[in-house]
């Protein structure tokens, strides 16, 4: 009798004490990093609804909810952590949850089937030293036959954590795979944009410095004074290379000086029209973009009409959106890619930055022009 008051006791201060523990465990928790906090938060919570699944059904069934069952279900719970523990360090320890699923399947079902087995020895062992059970032996009912019936029900829950585990592991995974190829995505749309950026600033520059050694001997004024527009064309770039986009007005700033280098090179040759609505002028635009077309323009259009030709610019809003048109005289011949950088580059960051919101085309229209048209998402 001393020794059975001695046990109660003893049960009593453990879940007493419990809150105590688990305070303890979750300020321990704290120093952990996330991830073994959602596991712990996961498995405690697991464990948890399980046993109040147990007693939910005890009261539902008209079973009195003894001190004893309180205490099966407890010992329960510990062995099933802790049982459920070693499981999981063998998962991480032999990597299985990076291995083909039909080689660890062969491996899960031994281990399964192994701890399931301590399991149930340890359970049984706690009930009868602990002597917790509240029913007579029925002597047809041999030890044998308890320890399979309990095995497989310690089978099934640790089958349900099992797959529980695993579906976690696999939508991280798959999660984890999703965040890392969009930043693989953002990385190389950044690169290519910068790639399509160095390869823009040495073609105006080596176009420009042609522009300019056309007039060195000719008329050496007319050159000074183009090399200062190349150095605001110049200076304008640099300052446009840090930003994705420039509002309109800034990139208009740039071609006009671009503009009034090049007609110091065509004279009456080369004439220019702007067309531009004053409400765009402050929407956003890829920089040195509109340079790139009307430098193309200029090289693959003007400069070969004996007679020179136009260079036309208009800006305006249609159908909600934002259409930038450069046109100029001449026609296209051959292949598009084979008309200059400028054509590919454009339609290259366009398709980076703005997907299927931006269009860009090129073809010929009515009386020998030329019409490149960028139709851009409207910035509210």
Known sequence: ?????????????????????????????????????????????????????????????????????LYRCFFAVLLGIIFTQILRAIIIRFNWLQMPIEKVIPRLILVMLIISSVYTISQMSIVEALNLSERIRDPK????????????????????????????????????????????????????????????????????????????????????KAITELSNILRNSMQAEKLETVPLENELNIVRDYLALEQMRFEERLKVDFEIDEDTLDQPVPPMMLQTLVENAIKHGISKQVDGGMVKIKSDFHNHQHEIIVQNSGRINGSLHSEGFGIQSTQDRLNLMFGDKAKFEIKDIANNIVEAKIILPVDE
């Open 1 to 69: 009798m001393r020794c059975h008051l001695t046990y109660d006791l003893t049960i009593d201060k453990v879940l007493v004490n419990l809150p105590f523990w688990i305070i303890l465990a979750l300020k321990r928790s704290q120093r952990m990093n996330s991830r073994k906090k959602r596991y712990w938060f996961f498995q405690l919570g697991g464990w948890s609804v399980w046993a109040l699944t147990m007693l939910f059904f005890a009261y539902l069934f008209e079973r009195e909810v003894s001190i004893l069952f």
């Open 141 to 224: 009912i041999n030890f044998g036959r308890r320890f399979l019936l309990n095995s497989v029900d310690n089978l099934i829950f640790l089958t349900v954590w099992l797959l529980i585990y695993y579906a976690y592991h696999y939508f991280e995974r798959v999660n984890k795979q999703q965040v890392d190829t969009h930043r693989l995505n953002a990385v190389v749309k950044d690169l290519e944009l910068k790639t399509i950026k160095s390869h823009i600033n040495p073609h105006f520059i080596f176009n420009a410095l042609n522009s300019i050694r056309a007039l060195v001997d000719e008329n050496p004024e007319r050159a000074r």
